[in-house]
């Protein structure tokens, strides 16, 4: 069988190992429906390259580590950018590059063409999944060809594609990727038509934009949208949108353009055009026995198709599944950019503006049935911010992994995660803090007479001498940032103000300050040698896009901030209700949630159910000795764990501890710089803990399962942030104990 | 399910399926010293069952040190054992059984390795129970999952 071969060849000799979309379009040209100029590269080139390079064995290992079940999505991600870095960093064989690129030398030479995928298995449902693969369009030369095929050879195991690996029955040892190449036709219309809409069997739907067809199925560009009869051929209804921007082929991929003003007023199809449209989608459903979502471009020579697949909904109807919903994370370059402008410009403005009004309206004066009322509605302010972020602010932290890809494919980084280091050093408001916190400990290691003064307010001198120019600080930073003794991680527990803030002080004293990673320097160098791989109108976008990364970046992080302002004063009249109930003598309160706590106040009977506790077996136990997660901060730190499950073990964290937590929320953060290492059980390199740990170059390790029931305060742990792994070497118990 | 349940459900299924067992004692002179052996393991977990010729290095290892170390794993000799593969080390203190309670614990050891019958009722041969402490459990390459015996 022959690596790489013509669109006539497959259907000669009727090979399976070219995937649907090329055995479609073979389909197509046979009957001679206008196709693009293609060439089909064999799975085999796939199995060839990842045997002989030892790529197989590494995914298996990547994708072996941690238990599926076990990760989050945005672990799927990161495991899926390291085997893109794999792909990327490792060049086809000199005959396997020879075999492919003489054929596409001699059939393409410089002329731009598409790299896409071809999923094998023509039924398969790899073959009708839309978007689980990657394509490139406008890659021009054989290297880069060369290049954008181990791309989509790489994206077998995109996010996607493991978010779907059941479905898909993706297996390292099987599954494998065929690639189209084919020529780029510049239409200056394009779309796709569904030859039945899913969601009228009566009718086809044809959409169109101007451009290129990528605007359209990424959602950036709207489009013109047309509902046909089925039996009859006519047209049902046309929608217009305001037609305002194109995509054109720019230096390297695509960009956006405005859109002629001539063009703007005019639909991108006559009606005898989308009729066109139609019959042929009629055609191709006739050719492959059933319904047909067809890609096509409307060029100088008329309609192309593009590609035919057959209509298949993804299998994700159950309730509760939420994949589609991660696929709609990844957006494009100039949607992110609407994006950005709506969150800096209009939301956290609104989302300021909702903080202070709750902030201006204390709930101590509202009797009993209005303090219910308020933290209903309180509860339901806040259920409607978290909405926002979900829809709006997390989407948007998809800029950071569009720069990282961008960065990759130009650099070839070593380290996937090299380009986080061009994002730090931005102005995070937990960072703020921090620096506020250790200008205060600054005084105080500078003054042994003020060090005195604090140890004795903390144990209750009233007349202790703190110097006045301490205490203005003191009161400025409570003023900007909270005392920190009843912060927003929705425990409720609050310490009494400010003996936390001033403990905490005294332990940051006490030792020789941590500091950011200042590397202005290297950070301008690798500024330059990123830009400088770009050259004119490329060089702008390569800098707008690293501009959205660090907006994206910093948003990761200060968005809580400004939702966890919100969520306080809900906590506060929460609080409130406690308080009130406290006094009815019930018990158990710690354990009702915020409605519960507005029934109970309406409701004079009220008694909160009390779950028994679970009795363990003890003549056996079990104890974690290494536990796996993800590398997220280089480095191997070794110290006492303190796990935290509720402020006061905040407030008590010591100097050389390793925080341990369910998930770093940047209202915790104040501790990082006494710690000598994070873990988190939630996963992802874009988690807050992961970023605060890279600001202090602290060793990192997230996503480990269930890190704060198997880890406890006073364990000894060494922190693997290369490998990812957890080691408990020791407990205070001592069994099994093991001396560091 | 707990994690204590999980983890002897996976030593449970493990010893099932194994019938060798990596032996580790000790020389006079601290030299460790290894052989493959046929086990059986008690249904409580707490103790593991081991027979060995009286003239054997390691029969003499065992009467002077009787602490052991035991190693079982799923390993296929295939590049995937790497991920794939699940060991367990045990730690345990190794006594020479007696008397009545040998004949019963000699039939459990038999139900598991029926061939072994003749060899292991022979006068020449001990019956050794691993009085289990502790069981470390590696899954996934670098998982580890320690399960100790109160003793």
């Known amino acids: 069988m022959r690596l790489i071969v013509s669109l006539s060849e497959v259907k000669s000799r009727g090979t399976s190992s070219v995937g649907g979309k090329c055995h479609t379009l073979a389909e197509m040209e046979h009957r001679g429906v206008p196709v693009p100029n293609t060439l089909c590269i064999s799975d085999r080139a796939y199995e ?11 995914i298996l290992l990547e994708l072996t580590r941690k238990s599926f079940a076990d990760m989050r999505w945005e672990e799927l991600w990161d495991s899926s950018l390291r085997i893109r870095n794999m792909f990327l960093k490792t060049p086809m064989p000199e005959d396997l590059s020879k075999t492919l690129s003489d054929p596409l030398r001699e059939r393409f030479g410089s002329k731009a063409v598409a790299v896409r995928s071809s ?55 099987t599954s494998t990727m065929a690639v189209v190449v084919q020529e780029l036709v510049e239409g200056n219309r394009s779309g796709v038509v569904f030859s039945r809409s899913p969601n009228d069997e009566s009718q086809a739907v044809i959409e169109s934009v101007y451009g290129l067809n990528q605007g359209l199925v990424d959602g950036t560009v709207e489009p013109d949208r047309w509902m046909i009869d089925r039996a009859s051929g006519e047209i049902v209804s046309h929608t217009a949108p305001s037609r305002a921007q194109m995509l054109v082929p720019a230096a390297d991929g695509v960009r956006l353009a405005p859109l002629p003003e001539r063009l703007s007023l005019r639909p991108p199809l006559s009606a005898e055009e989308a009729n066109a449209v139609y019959q042929r989608a009629r055609q191709l459903e006739e050719l492959f026995g059933g319904p047909q979502d067809v890609e096509w471009t409307w060029g100088d020579d008329g309609l192309t198709v593009l590609q035919s697949r057959p209509i298949t909904a993804l299998g994700d109807r159950e309730p509760g599944d939420e994949r589609r919903w991660y696929l709609s994370l990844r957006r494009s370059f100039d949607n992110l950019q609407m994006l950005r402008d709506k969150i800096e410009n209009e939301l956290i403005p609104r989302m300021i503006e909702q903080a202070k009004a709750l902030e201006g309206q204390p709930p101590a004066r509202l009797s009993d049935a209005e303090l219910a009322d308020e933290i209903r509605s309180r509860q339901e302010i806040h259920n409607r911010w978290v909405d926002v972020y979900w829809e709006e602010f997390i989407p948007f932290a998809h800029g950071i992994r569009l720069f990282g890809q961008v960065y990759n494919d130009t650099l070839h980084p070593d380290d996937p995660y090299a380009f986080m280091d061009l994002l730090t050093g931005t102005e995070m408001a937990s960072l703020e803090r921090n620096r506020a916190l250790e200008e205060m400990a600054v005084m105080i290691r500078e003054d042994a007479h003020l060090e005195q003064a604090l140890r004795e307010s903390l144990k209750g001198d009233p007349h202790a001498k703190i110097t006045n120019r301490f205490r203005e600080q003191l009161d400025l930073f409570i003023g900007r940032f909270g005392d920190l003794s009843c912060a927003m991680t929705g425990s409720g527990e609050c310490e009494r103000m400010p003996d936390a ?72 009249a929460v609080e409130e209700g406690r308080r009130r109930l406290g006094a009815r003598s019930i018990t158990g309160l710690g354990e009702l949630d915020a409605s519960q706590v507005a029934a109970a106040l309406e409701d004079p009977h009220f008694k909160p159910e009390i779950r028994p506790k679970e009795r363990g077996d003890d003549d056996m136990f079990v104890r974690a000795r290494q536990l796996v997660g993800q590398p997220a901060g280089p480095g191997v730190a070794k110290g006492r764990a303190r796990v935290i499950l509720s402020q006061s073990d905040l407030i008590t964290f010591q100097h050389g501890e390793v925080l341990v937590c369910d998930a770093v929320d940047p209202n915790m953060t104040f501790v990082v710089p006494l710690a000598v290492g994070v873990v988190e059980r939630r996963g992802g390199m874009l988690i807050h803990g992961a970023i605060i740990a890279r600001e202090y170059g602290l060793p990192c390790v997230t996503g480990v399962p269930d890190a704060v029931s198997l880890i406890s305060t006073g364990d000894s742990i060494v922190v693997d942030g290369y490998l990812g792994i957890i080691t408990i070497a020791g407990r205070p118990d001592s069994v099994g104990h093991t001396e560091l | 399910m707990s994690d204590r349940e999980t983890t002897s459900l996976a030593l449970r299924e493990l010893f099932a399926r194994q019938r060798l067992a990596v032996l580790a004692t000790r020389e006079e002179d601290g030299q460790p010293y290894t052989n493959l052996m046929a086990f059986a393991v008690s249904d409580d977990l707490r103790s593991l069952l081991l027979v060995t010729g009286r003239a054997t290095r390691k029969y003499a290892n065992l009467s002077a040190d009787p602490r052991v170390a035991l190693l079982i794993d799923s390993r296929s000799h295939q590049a995937s054992d790497i991920h794939d593969a699940m060991a367990v080390t045990v730690l345990g203190e190794a006594l020479e059984v007696s008397g009545s309670a040998k004949e019963r614990l000699l039939t459990s050891y038999v139900a598991k390795h029926p061939h072994l019958k003749d060899f292991a009722s022979s006068p020449s041969c001990a019956l050794f129970q691993v009085k289990v402490r502790s069981y470390y459990l590696v899954r996934r390459f670098q998982e580890v999952t320690e399960l100790h015996v109160r003793q």
């Open chain 1, 48 to 58: 060839r390259y990842i045997a002989s390079t030892g790529l197989r064995e590494r």
């Open chain 1, 501 to 572: 803030l001033i403990r905490l002080l005294l332990e940051m004293a006490d030792h020789p300050p941590t500091k950011e990673r200042a590397r202005q320097r290297d950070l301008d160098a690798m500024r330059s040698h990123y830009l400088d791989q770009f050259a004119g109108p490329a060089r702008e976008r390569a800098a707008q896009m690293l501009d959205l990364a660090r907006t994206s970046y910093q948003l990761r992080d200060d968005d809580n901030i400004y939702l966890g302002r919100i969520e306080a004063q809900l906590l506060v």
């Open chain 1, 119 to 173: 999923a094998p298995g023509e039924d398969s449902a790899q073959a009708s999944f839309a978007g689980l693969h990657e394509s490139f369009m406008n890659v021009r030369g054989i290297e880069s060809i060369l290049e954008h095929v181990r791309l989509v050879w790489a994206s077998l195991w995109s996010d996607a594609a493991l978010l779907y690996r059941r479905d898909l029955g993706l297996d390292v040892a």
